[in-house]
């Protein structure tokens, strides 16, 4: 086979062919049970940039490592940034995204704040379709997808605190099933009072990898109680929930409003929750964006009036949060599984994802 070539406005990707592809009897059995982040299909995308040269050198081609030199700088100065999306196979046959432009929009807002180059939305969206493409195979059928990562780094080979002068952006992708591996109705959390994800005027509002490493020992920590997932405070009164270790929050009352705590440059901007805010807001749901502290949360669920409580994102889309737990104790929101709330608006979202309901916001991008 030889190399071909497609052009989008402004890059021609080039096709490089695959030696050995993963046989179609293999790729079945890897897709029966994928987990989350350990089955990875056979293509990546890379793109390069130069400051002189812009991007550059934009290809297809088989997932393999990347060589690195042990100067490169992102090992020494974490500029590194990236994003995560699902495909989706349809009824028809086909592969969708959901709202991946505004992955495309957080990419480059993140690449803003560690002063990184700006990836053109359309050269962003090209190389996921791209990769959707090639790899449709790799889509499980049923409640699984493809999850596509786009990240960037810097490769300069230099050591020196300054931006790099040279980077390489790339997409790759996973098959997965479930986010969580439990059976349980909900998940548990543990609410972190000794280490903070962010502070104001910080990268908490970015989507690096450094905001990820510092929540792992606060996680090892929830592990360590028993619980699935940990929850920070903020960093200045160690008082308002902020977000999980990768997920934003919602709360349901007893008289059906919802909130979720408001964003201030601290807390990651989910393409989960903005959507879920629009959703609540077409049922009618009183739904505002507040701040919520530990305490009241303990004393909301302790009187009832506090019925519900999820966590979404893209990879655990909408999850029931049933029992809280700290170094003052445990309590249990409402039956200590999911909720009406809860479930309306995961069936909506799963809806319009999977393109099984109307999709009234325009927000299914139709990949083939």
């Not at 008289?255 to 609540?280: E, F, Q, V, Y």
Request: with cysteine; charged share 20%; aromatic share 10%.
């Amino acid at each position: 086979m030889s190399k071909t070539t497609s052009t989008t406005s402004s890059l021609s990707f080039a096709h490089l062919p695959h030696p050995s592809p993963v046989s179609a009897e293999k790729r079945a059995e890897l897709l029966k049970n994928p987990g989350f982040g350990r089955v990875f299909s056979d293509h990546m995308v890379t793109i390069r940039y130069h400051e002189t040269k812009g991007w550059y050198d934009a290809k297809v081609e088989p997932r393999a490592p990347i060589p690195m030199d042990p100067a490169a700088a992102v090992l020494h100065y974490a500029q590194e940034i990236f994003e995560g999306l699902k495909a989706y196979r349809t009824a028809d046959g086909g592969a969708t995204l959901f709202r991946p432009l505004e992955n495309a929009r957080r990419f480059q807002q993140s690449a803003e704040r560690l002063a990184m180059p700006v990836l053109p939305e359309s050269v962003f969206l090209e190389a996921v379709d791209q990769l959707v493409k090639i790899d449709r195979a790799w889509i499980p059928d049923g409640d699984g997808s493809l999850y596509i990562r786009p990240f960037m780094f810097a490769n300069e080979i230099f050591l020196g605190v300054k931006p790099s002068s040279d980077y390489l952006f790339i997409v790759i992708a996973s098959s997965v099933g479930a986010y969580f591996k439990t059976d349980a109705p909900a998940v548990s959390v543990w609410v972190s009072q000794d280490f903070t994800r962010a502070a104001p005027g910080g990268t908490g509002a970015a989507k690096c990898g450094g905001n990820y490493a510092s929540s792992l020992q606060a996680q090892a920590e929830a592990t360590r109680h028993g619980c699935d997932q940990v929850v920070f405070l903020d960093a200045v009164e160690q008082r308002w929930i902020e977000e999980l270790g990768g997920m934003n929050i919602f709360f349901v009352f007893d008289d059906g409003s919802m909130i979720t705590p408001p964003l201030g440059g601290t807390i990651l901007p989910g393409i989960t929750r903005n959507s879920l805010l629009t959703l609540a807001k077409d049922k009618g749901i009183k739904v505002s964006e507040e701040r919520y502290s530990i305490d009241q949360w303990r004393k909301d669920a302790a009187s009832g009036r506090l019925r519900e409580a999820f966590a979404c994102g893209t990879a655990a889309v909408v999850t029931p949060i049933g029992t809280v737990r700290s170094k003052d104790g445990e309590f249990r929101i409402g039956n200590g599984g999911s909720g009406t709330k809860t479930e309306e608006l995961k069936a909506a979202l799963v809806g319009i994802q999977r393109g099984r309901t109307a999709d009234p916001h325009g927000w299914i991008h139709k990949v083939y």
